[in-house]
């Protein structure tokens, strides 16, 4: 990528909200966790499939942060006492263990809310279109929304201490963390003005390596540590939770997700251009330790 990860750690900043006196511990609990580092795969999906469709790395930078900031609220709350109740994330501590609940789930608000400023923002508009940003910000609200990733967080806390098959974990995830994937790629996609044939690919691509990015997760949580995850390991079993590994076993899993990561490579064939960075990123994927 021609734009590095310096690049959108310094976007995303430059779209934060400037100080001011008056809410200042907000702001600081949105920049605490939107600068705490990650592997930013969403915005760099945005901008590489914005770049394989024929546009601007540059162009599809808003729509990239959008898609992170979106994620990192999800982050934020997801680490709350009522949901999950970590204290660590990205080897820090949680935004509510710095800032208490009531602070961080306005910080994550806030965030979620400033995704769709910087999705319409005049910078986006400039260089995209109205349109354009308009067909982004829907694509986003309905894969951030009910029937995406909170929907999947719902059935994700109604499946707590029940014995989940493997076709609910499927569904879960596609919501969960899938629909975020997905419109990632999309966002890449529209910037560029892809037709629907390069959206559909794009959108196949995600499915694979978003439920293979899960399950990785699942096996990560069984043979990781705390310290090279950055978070607690063992939350599932603790929270008794159904997960690809409780219910396929360890083999299995690693099978399924090497499945997954070749039907996302060759997604890719549609593509006239150099998709190498995109094969590269899902077997990292798939091979992560954290």
Same mark, same amino acid.
């Given at each position: 990528? !021609?734009?590095?990860?310096?690049?959108?750690?310094?976007?995303?900043?430059?779209?934060?909200?400037?100080?001011?006196?008056?809410?200042?511990?907000?702001?600081?609990?949105?920049?605490?966790?939107?600068?705490?580092?990650?592997?930013?795969?969403?915005?760099?999906?945005?901008?590489?499939?914005?770049?394989?469709?024929?546009? !601007?790395?540059? &162009?599809?930078?808003?729509?990239?942060?959008?898609?992170?900031?979106?994620?990192?609220? !999800?982050?934020?709350?997801?680490?709350?006492?009522?949901?999950?109740?970590?204290?660590?994330?990205?080897?820090?501590?949680?935004?509510?263990?710095?800032?208490? %609940?009531?602070?961080?789930?306005?910080?994550?608000?806030?965030?979620?809310?400033?995704?769709? %400023?910087?999705?319409? &923002?005049?910078?986006?508009?400039?260089?995209?279109?109205? %349109?354009?940003?308009?067909?982004?910000?829907?694509?986003?609200?309905?894969?951030?929304?009910?029937?995406?990733?909170?929907? @999947?967080?719902?059935?994700?806390?109604?499946?707590?201490?029940?014995?989940? #098959?493997?076709?609910?974990?499927?569904?879960?995830?596609?919501?969960?963390? #899938?629909?975020?994937?997905?419109?990632?790629?999309?966002?890449?996609?529209?910037?560029?003005?892809?037709?629907?044939?390069?959206?559909?690919?794009?959108?196949?691509?995600?499915?694979?390596?978003?439920?293979?990015?899960?399950?990785?997760?699942?096996?990560?949580?069984?043979?990781?540590?705390? %310290?090279?995850?950055?978070?607690?390991? @063992?939350?599932?079993?603790?929270?008794?939770?159904?997960?690809?590994?409780?219910?396929?076993?360890?083999?299995?899993?690693?099978?399924?997700?090497?499945?997954?990561?070749?039907?996302?490579?060759?997604?890719?064939?549609?593509?006239?251009?150099?998709?190498?960075?995109?094969?590269?990123?899902?077997?990292?994927?798939?091979?992560?330790?954290?």
């Amino acid at each position: 990528m !021609s734009v590095t990860k310096d690049d959108i750690e310094q976007a995303l900043v430059r779209f934060l909200p400037e100080k001011d006196g008056l809410i200042d511990t907000v702001l600081k609990s949105m920049h605490y966790s939107l600068t705490a580092g990650g592997k930013r795969v969403r915005p760099a999906l945005v901008l590489e499939f914005a770049k394989l469709c024929g546009g !601007s790395e540059e &162009s599809a930078l808003p729509f990239a942060c959008a898609v992170e900031m979106i994620h990192t609220y !999800s982050l934020i709350h997801d680490d709350l006492p009522c949901m999950d109740n970590d204290d660590m994330r990205r080897g820090k501590p949680t935004n509510h263990k710095v800032f208490g %609940e009531a602070q961080a789930v306005l910080g994550g608000d806030a965030l979620l809310t400033l995704a769709f %400023e910087t999705i319409l &923002s005049r910078e986006a508009v400039m260089y995209n279109s109205a %349109e354009k940003c308009v067909e982004a910000g829907r694509v986003l609200a309905v894969c951030a929304g009910a029937e995406g990733m909170i929907g @999947g967080q719902i059935i994700d806390i109604e499946s707590e201490e029940l014995e989940a #098959g493997v076709d609910r974990l499927r569904e879960m995830d596609d919501r969960k963390t #899938g629909a975020l994937i997905r419109a990632a790629c999309l966002l890449g996609c529209i910037s560029a003005g892809a037709d629907d044939r390069l959206k559909a690919a794009a959108r196949d691509y995600a499915n694979n390596i978003g439920l293979a990015f899960q399950i990785v997760d699942d096996i990560l949580d069984v043979t990781s540590d705390n %310290e090279t995850l950055g978070k607690p390991v @063992g939350s599932d079993e603790q929270n008794k939770k159904s997960t690809y590994v409780s219910c396929l076993g360890i083999e299995k899993c690693r099978e399924l997700v090497g499945t997954l990561t070749d039907k996302a490579i060759e997604s890719l064939s549609v593509f006239d251009g150099d998709t190498s960075a995109l094969i590269q990123l899902a077997e990292k994927l798939r091979d992560r330790r954290k």
